[in-house]
């Protein structure tokens, strides 16, 4: 089993940055590709970034590209850097991991199996 905690959320004014964290234990060495979700009020869980289980393969959205960073250390600690924040950015975000041996990247929800609590990021105009 696998547990996810975020961490870095918080209100920020457009144009700022956040970086988010999320911290893997159990059994960390059954980790594999890694992603980034958002859900905000009144919508559909989305898709954010991904990452592959060496971090050599990367995947976003395109409505955060070349504004988002995924990355993952070797400590299984997944990151998110968010540089240029907008007001619709503003949804809980969600690590999420998969068991499945892979060395892919994944956009889909259904594809991981493991997830964290969610972090509250909130962007004001």
């Known amino acids: 089993q696998v547990q996810l905690v975020e961490s870095g959320g918080g209100l920020v004014q457009a144009g700022g940055s956040l970086r988010l964290s999320c911290a893997a234990s159990?059994?960390?060495?059954?980790?594999?590709?890694m992603g980034w979700f958002r859900q905000a009020p009144g919508k559909e869980r989305e898709f954010v970034a991904g990452i592959s289980w060496t971090g050599g393969n990367t995947a976003y959205t395109d409505s955060v590209k070349g504004r988002f960073t995924i990355s993952r250390d070797a400590k299984n600690t997944l990151y998110l850097q968010m540089n240029s924040l907008k007001p619709e950015d503003t949804a809980v975000y969600y690590c999420?991991?998969?068991?499945?041996?892979?060395?892919?990247?994944?956009?889909?929800?259904?594809?991981?199996?493991?997830w964290g609590q969610g972090t509250q990021v909130t962007v004001s105009s």
């Open positions: 159990g059994r960390t060495f059954s980790l594999y590709a």
């Open positions: 999420a991991t998969t068991t499945f041996r892979s060395s892919g990247v994944f956009r889909e929800s259904d594809q991981y199996d493991s």
